[in-house]
């Protein structure tokens, strides 16, 4: 994966985030890291607490999964749709479903068709955001800021989201 890959991931990751009003989940992202370039926040990192209900905690778990479901979704297609004017492989989906499917059935015990529902939904709001041509130029210039800026914290890719129109 070059730079511009890199760069085009995190920027789909975190326009995927900005949809679902979860940014603030984000403590800061890097592109020069071989490790983890995503640094979560507090409020991502939530805990089972005795004085709060189980539900909630599950419902915690599932909203989590959702965020990172859609992060990598972003991460995909911003890399092929926008960067790369093509369409995501279809293997890649294929296995991106498959890594889902798993995870949901071991960090949330959802079944089968709740993984579906809440893949497809994730899905079809993607595919809403980057499939749109009008919003290419606005992901083009932020993965052109996160190259520059090399590391960002949550409040600059707030900031640089809204300048572009992104939130």
């Not at 959702?66 to 990598?72: D, F, L, N």
């Not at 059935?105 to 993984?115: G, M, P, T, Y």
Request: hydrophobic share 40%.
């Amino acid at each position: 994966m070059n730079e511009d890959d890199r760069a085009y991931g995190l920027a789909g990751m975190m326009v995927a985030l900005a949809n679902l009003d979860a940014i603030d989940r984000i403590a800061a992202v890097t592109i020069d890291t071989d490790g983890p370039m995503v640094e979560f926040s507090h409020a991502y990192y939530f805990s089972g607490n005795p004085s709060i209900s189980p539900k909630a905690t599950w419902d915690n778990l599932v909203s989590n999964f959702h965020i990172t479901t859609s992060m990598v979704m972003g991460n995909i297609l911003a890399r092929s749709l926008v960067r790369l004017k093509e369409e995501a492989p279809e293997e890649v989906m294929k296995e991106l479903y498959d890594m889902v499917e798993e995870e949901g059935k071991e960090s949330c015990s959802l079944e089968k068709d709740e993984v579906e529902n809440l893949y497809d939904y994730a899905l079809s709001r993607a595919m809403r955001i980057f499939r749109n041509p009008r919003v290419h130029p606005a992901i083009d210039e932020f993965a052109r800021i996160i190259s520059v800026k090399r590391t960002m914290s949550g409040r600059e890719i707030f900031d640089e989201l809204h300048q572009l129109q992104l939130i």
